[in-house]
């Protein structure tokens, strides 16, 4: 991979705090598309569902809001361990693979953030909201689709538009370049 940049981030927010606002921005957008997705599917998922988790009755755009902030603390955990200087290292370390090699920094972040989505379906859906359900008590919750193929899709979703979002926005070059698979 060159040294120059190859991605959008060449104009994008340079610094040690760059990755809050990508998270938190990226976070935001690939909510709206993970609830607009949702909203086709089943209207009452993000308004109606997301607030019984938290045992509110309350509908529309408090859901809405509830689903959008929760983006925004994934998109800063996922802003966060992206700029690991481990995870960046493996990030930027060429591959003797040649299509992998080829690829830059926009694609890797957006397939690191496709990984993060797979990774927080498996987490928050499948272990987590089970768990709290039972131990909170939700009525509306049940209906809740949590290990439907559009809660993945969903997930998916969210993941690739965070990296997306995530690597126009933040300009990951200057920071340090931690290279832990090579000798």
Same mark, same amino acid.
């Given at each position: 991979m060159s040294t120059e940049s190859d991605n959008a981030?060449?104009? +994008? !927010?340079? +610094?040690?705090?760059?990755?809050?606002?990508?998270? /938190?921005?990226?976070?935001? $957008? +690939?909510?709206?598309?993970?609830?607009?997705?949702?909203?086709?599917? %089943?209207? %009452?998922?993000?308004?109606v569902a997301i607030p019984a988790i938290y045992g509110l009755e309350l509908t529309g @755009?408090?859901?809405?809001? @509830?689903? !959008?902030?929760? +983006?925004i603390v994934l998109g800063l955990i996922f802003g966060f361990i992206v700029t690991r200087k481990s995870v960046l290292g493996i990030l930027r370390t060429d591959v003797e693979t040649e299509a992998l090699s080829r690829t830059g920094?926009?694609?890797?972040?957006?397939?690191a953030g496709f990984v993060f989505? @797979?990774? =927080?379906? /498996?987490?928050?859906?499948?272990?987590?909201?089970?768990?709290?359900?039972? &131990? #909170?008590?939700?009525?509306? $919750?049940g209906d809740f689709p949590t290990a439907a193929i559009e809660t993945l899709l969903g997930h998916l979703v969210f993941g690739t538009?965070?990296?997306? #979002?995530? /690597? /126009? =926005?933040?300009?990951? %070059?200057?920071?340090? &370049?931690?290279r832990p698979l090579e000798d």
């Amino acid at each position: 991979m060159s040294t120059e940049s190859d991605n959008a981030s060449a104009f +994008g !927010i340079s +610094g040690s705090g760059g990755w809050l606002v990508g998270g /938190a921005l990226g976070g935001a $957008v +690939g909510a709206a598309a993970f609830g607009l997705l949702m909203w086709l599917f %089943d209207p %009452d998922a993000v308004a109606v569902a997301i607030p019984a988790i938290y045992g509110l009755e309350l509908t529309g @755009i408090v859901g809405w809001g @509830i689903h !959008i902030a929760h +983006g925004i603390v994934l998109g800063l955990i996922f802003g966060f361990i992206v700029t690991r200087k481990s995870v960046l290292g493996i990030l930027r370390t060429d591959v003797e693979t040649e299509a992998l090699s080829r690829t830059g920094m926009l694609l890797r972040l957006v397939g690191a953030g496709f990984v993060f989505g @797979i990774a =927080i379906f /498996a987490v928050l859906p499948l272990a987590v909201l089970p768990v709290w359900v039972q &131990t #909170v008590g939700g009525g509306a $919750v049940g209906d809740f689709p949590t290990a439907a193929i559009e809660t993945l899709l969903g997930h998916l979703v969210f993941g690739t538009v965070l990296g997306l #979002v995530f /690597a /126009a =926005i933040v300009d990951l %070059d200057d920071r340090p &370049t931690g290279r832990p698979l090579e000798d």
